[in-house]
T-cell receptor, first 111, second 115 residues
């Protein structure tokens, strides 16, 4: 079945440093979603990418979808303590409306 | 709108007991699903439903049953609880898109401990 791999599992950064998490799928995706889960909370939708090579920005967050639609990344510029949490990618293949989640990357920001 | 609600928030069971985790949404979403979250394992799909009367298995369905008699409700039943089912359970719903999946809205979760 479809597998979505996400690295790294954990990332410690000093406040102000940049952060990137990578997501790779074993199959071509129709679209990919990103979610953020604060400690003790539930996943919250951030964004969806649909087009090959698509790049979207939300303030300090930049999301990319690979040309082959098999990989994606989330980059945070100048991290803040409010960025702490676990970031999940979720891939959807054509014909399925239920996403497959990666294992997530936990971001720890040290002030 | 209340969004996706889950009850209870916390539950402690003894091995062999059964219980039902409740999930309800008031957004008229067709898609509903149950995930379990364990440390380092991400979100694993247990069961899902694409509409009332239709359910299907996800990645880790063993030990769980679901039913979908209404659009709003999607309860998850643990038949005979085992310590391996200690986890955080999330219910999610989404609108049935045409070409792509819409946002998944997650409930606040149920933290289950099986002794």
């Amino acid at each position: 079945g479809q597998q979505v791999m996400q690295i790294p599992q954990y990332q410690h950064v000093q406040e102000g440093e940049d952060f990137t998490t990578y997501c790779n799928s074993s199959t071509t995706l129709s679209n990919i979603q990103w979610y953020k889960q604060r400690p003790g909370g539930h996943p919250v939708f951030l964004i969806q990418l649909v087009k090959s090579g698509e790049v979207k920005k939300q303030k300090r967050l930049t999301f990319q979808f690979g040309e082959a639609k098999k990989n994606s990344s989330l980059h945070i510029t100048a991290t803040q303590t409010t960025d702490v949490g676990t970031y999940f990618c979720a891939g959807i293949t054509g014909g399925s409306y239920i996403p497959t989640f990666g294992r997530g990357t936990s971001l720890i920001v040290h002030p | 709108n209340a969004g996706v609600t889950q009850t209870p928030k916390f539950q402690v069971l003894k091995t062999g007991q059964s219980m039902t985790l409740q999930c309800a949404q008031d957004m008229n979403h067709e898609y509903m699903s149950w995930y379990r979250q364990d440390p380092g394992m991400g979100l694993r799909l247990i069961h899902y439903s694409v509409g009332a009367g239709i359910t299907d298995q996800g990645e880790v369905p063993n030990g769980y049953n679901v039913s979908r008699s209404t659009t709003e409700d999607f309860p998850l039943r643990l038949l005979s609880a085992a310590p391996s089912q200690t986890s955080v359970y999330f219910c999610a719903s989404s609108y049935r898109g045409t070409l792509s999946t819409d946002t998944q809205y997650f409930g606040p979760g149920t933290r289950l401990t099986v002794l």
